[in-house]
Nanobody, 116 residues
Framework: QVQLVESGGGLVQAGGSLRLSCVAS????????MAWYRQTPGKQRELVAA???????NYADSVKGRCTISRDNAKNTVYLQMSSLKPEDTAVYYC??????????WGQGTQVTVSS
C-alpha cells in the first residue's frame, strides 16, 4: 500500500522560507506524477505546483517565481521550496501522487502558517 508522508511545515514570518518534503513508500511501480496542493478552510484544494515523471514542472500563478518543485526519484521524494512567503500562503499543504498502476494517493497534509 502506497503512503505519502509530508513534513517541513510550520510557522514562519512573511518573507521567510520553508521547504516541504513528501516521501512516498510502498509499491509505486512506474515513476509517478507528483504535485503539491493547498487548502484553506471553506475553500477548495488548489494546485500549487506539479512535476511529471519526466521532470516537467508547472506552477500556480500565485506562486510562480517564489516556489520550486523538485523530485528525487531514488528516494521517492518530492520537495517544495517556498520563499518570499506571504500571509496568503497560509494553508494546509498536501502532497499528491498519481500513476496508472496505483491511481491517486494523498498525504495527510502539513500546516504552513505565515505571520505578517
Amino acid at each position: 500500500q502506497v503512503q505519502l508522508v509530508e513534513s517541513g511545515g510550520g510557522l514562519v514570518q512573511a518573507g521567510g522560507s520553508l521547504r516541504l518534503s513528501c516521501v512516498a513508500s510502498g509499491s509505486i511501480f512506474s515513476l509517478p506524477f507528483m504535485a503539491w496542493y493547498r487548502q484553506t478552510p471553506g475553500k477548495q484544494r488548489e494546485l500549487v505546483a506539479a512535476v511529471t515523471s519526466g521532470g516537467t514542472t508547472n506552477y500556480a500563478d500565485s506562486v510562480k517565481g517564489r516556489c520550486t518543485i523538485s523530485r528525487d526519484n531514488a528516494k521517492n521524494t518530492v520537495y517544495l521550496q517556498m520563499s518570499s512567503l506571504k500571509p496568503e500562503d497560509t494553508a494546509v499543504y498536501y502532497c499528491k501522487l498519481w500513476n496508472a498502476q496505483i491511481g491517486t494517493r494523498w498525504g495527510q497534509g502539513t500546516q504552513v502558517t505565515v505571520s505578517s
